[in-house]
């Protein structure tokens, strides 16, 4: 052919090759997005320091801060042990706190004194425009802003978004944030309020107000937006069939939320004797039930680590003590600390990430088998596989002594011999045999990366039940 000429059937020159990879706009980069999302926030928190500071005084905002921050650890303390089995990125987690600490705050600062002040100009009853704002505009305000992160980060991170405990987790500690700037400026106005009336001690309205919101209902917030996190917990856990389902039930969540946030708002405007009926009679067995069902959910989640991990055991992924292993919060802690002792701390940490990454492979597993695995099923298989495979030399020995250390001996009765010859041994009684199901010496194959990744294991069918 002449240089010069043109292939047949070839793209003109300048024209876009069908499939060739286009560059990404400048504002779908990641770096753009995560840039305006802080910006967002750190604007958000500017503002919302201001407008707590100027309601309280410089003094009363100090000493808002300094009490406020009192159950702050301890509500992210407990959340993040609910969610040790799958440990989500600690991004998420911080994200969700500013998110209520700042722009869900500030949504609701604005939203309610609007709300309030145009009620009471239309209705000439100052009264009774505050007791319709704490019990019908807040809780709708409030549950709407802090449902916000948990539906972000349903959209964005579903990844690592993939059942109930997750949306406890966001939910719970996103409330936390949102507390803690409410609490703030309770007790900030408390302490100024004090300062003009001359009152301390106990009988202070700083005291009372501590004690209500800090001693006595810590876990209110939280508890209200934690229903809001389940409903879009059981919508991960839905399949593409189940569109109905996914779409109704954050819905229907976040209304039970607005509903257990308005009757807690309303028994505090009836009187103390209502606020106390409704503490006792609702918000303690509602925690209580909300608890159970978080605990039950992570003893399921574990039982599903030890009933899907032993595939890769066949395949030689795993060691055969292994899904025992992983599947005790006990065994998992031992083993933390056993690799700690012996090799340091960047062993531990290898060891914990191993743990993560086996928990997932097992939850995808899981998924795939009920149909509800995405199209990415195998990239994300693959992924968790080579993650687990780097981290074997370490995790590997830490785990099996775990798994020795927590598996209580089973006696197995052993015939006595009727006449045991000259120097025969006598037989050991009684023997012992190690208890966690399918154990037998480590699978003779050894494989590499290369070979075990062209087939993870024999004719495995991640959508077939």
Known sequence: MPPGEAVPGAPAAGAPVPGAHRPAHWWQRPWVRYGALITLLAL???VILALVREETGTEGFLVGLGLAVLPVPLLVAAFRWLDRVEPGPWRNLVFAFAWGACAAALIAIVANSFATQWIATATADPAGA???GATVIAPVVEESAKAAAILLLFLFRRRD????????VIAGVTATGFAFTENILYLGTAFGTDQMQGDSGIASVTAATFFVRIVMSPFAHPLFTVFTGIGFGIAALSGPRQRTRRLLLPPCGLLLAMGMHALWNGSASFGGFAFLAVYAAFMVPAFGLLTWLVIWTRQRELRTVREELPAYVAAGWLGPAEPFALGSMRARRLARDHARHHLGKPAARAV??????ATSLAFLRHRGRRGRAGADFVLRER????ELWRRREAARPALEYAA???????PVMMPW???PGPGAPYPAYPAYRPPYPGFRPPHPVQRTPQTAYQAPYPAYNPYRT
């Open 161 to 168: 978004f993939t059942g109930i405990v997750d949306g406890v």
């Open 383 to 386: 992924e968790l596989l080579h």
């Open 417 to 419: 011999p009727t006449q």
């Open 44 to 46: 958000s928190g500017l």
């Open 404 to 410: 020795r250390m927590t598996a209580s001996p089973v």
């Open 352 to 357: 914990a990430e191993y743990e993560a990454y």
């Open 130 to 132: 505050d007791t319709l």
